[in-house]
């Protein structure tokens, strides 16, 4: 079996080419620990080559409530960067890994909570999701990749305003200004998580892997950089034999027409 040394705060379950992987911490509402997040990583360096698209979600009432701040023992300069750069590794492979990752949020999506959020490709929320920083007011910093990854959704300015005041963001508003692409109905964000893994499940996987893993290097490159990325990157995936045969049957009246 693929994953038989996790910690009990985790649990996998294929179904098909989906994989659900869920944070199962709620007396500690999925608080990570190094364990939870150590585990994290056993999970996405070993995800069955059939995988074809993951959803992450959180038992109980909440997504996740961050770094566990029993575990902030003193730690000198050195351990402190250790630490995040341990967060930003596994992270990384959440964000970089060999499958599209669907986030399914309620509740509290807070500190390293978000920055989980933030590192997986589609976030869908329901009406008990909040988003907060904590870290502004516990007197810290974030360290799971934050400073990258959310001014890239909702803008520095908006990032700036969470940590200085403690700003909560709404599950509306959250939608609203880019922290979750979905807002459904309270109760139903698994739901729709596994409707939208479906669908990326049936995409041709080149077509997956330049938007999860070359998409975000063009933005990240300069314009003459990411305009040749960009140029190299179709004309692989359009000599891929998946997509003639694709295109062929679209031409051929086999194929949906968009938004059917
Ligand atoms: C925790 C944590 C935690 C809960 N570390 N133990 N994150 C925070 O600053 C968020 C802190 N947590 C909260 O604000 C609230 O817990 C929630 C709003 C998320 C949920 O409230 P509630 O009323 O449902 O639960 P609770 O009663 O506050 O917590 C239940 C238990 O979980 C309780 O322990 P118990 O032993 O008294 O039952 C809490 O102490 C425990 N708990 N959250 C440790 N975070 C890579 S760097 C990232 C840096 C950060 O993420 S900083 C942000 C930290």
């Known amino acids: 079996m693929f994953y038989s040394d996790l910690p009990q705060s985790l649990s996998v379950e294929i179904r098909n080419e989906i994989l659900l992987l869920g944070l199962n911490r709620p007396e500690k509402r999925n608080a990570f620990n190094d364990e939870l997040i150590l585990g994290i990583e ?24 961050g770094l566990d701040l029993s575990e902030l023992k003193e730690r000198n300069v050195m351990q402190g960067v250790y630490h995040s750069r341990m967060w930003h590794r596994v992270l990384d492979k959440v964000q970089f890994g060999p499958a599209p990752v669907v986030a399914v949020l309620h509740g509290a999506v807070v500190g390293g909570g978000l920055e989980l959020a933030a590192a997986c490709h589609i976030r869908v929320a329901d009406p008990t999701t909040f988003y907060a920083l904590p870290e502004g007011q516990r007197g810290i910093f974030v360290g799971g990749g934050a400073s990258v990854r959310l001014p890239k959704l909702i803008g520095m ?40 893994a479906q669908k990326i499940a049936a995409n041709a996987e080149m077509t997956n892997y330049a938007l999860t893993h070359v998409l975000p290097r063009i933005t990240d490159a300069s314009q003459n950089e990411g305009l040749l990325l960009e140029s190299l990157m179709a004309a692989i995936a359009q000599s891929a034999p998946e997509a003639k045969q694709r295109l062929k049957d679209f031409l051929e009246g086999r194929a949906k027409k968009v938004g059917e």
């Open 42 to 65: 056993k999970v996405f360096d070993n995800i069955p080559t059939a995988i074809r698209c993951i959803v992450i979600y959180g038992l109980g009432n909440h997504f996740s409530a």
């Open 157 to 196: 300015a908006r990032m700036t305003d969470m940590m200085l005041t403690g700003r909560v963001y709404k599950a509306e508003e959250g939608e609203r200004i880019g922290l979750a692409q979905y807002l459904v109905d309270t109760g139903a964000g698994m739901e729709k998580g596994l409707e939208l």
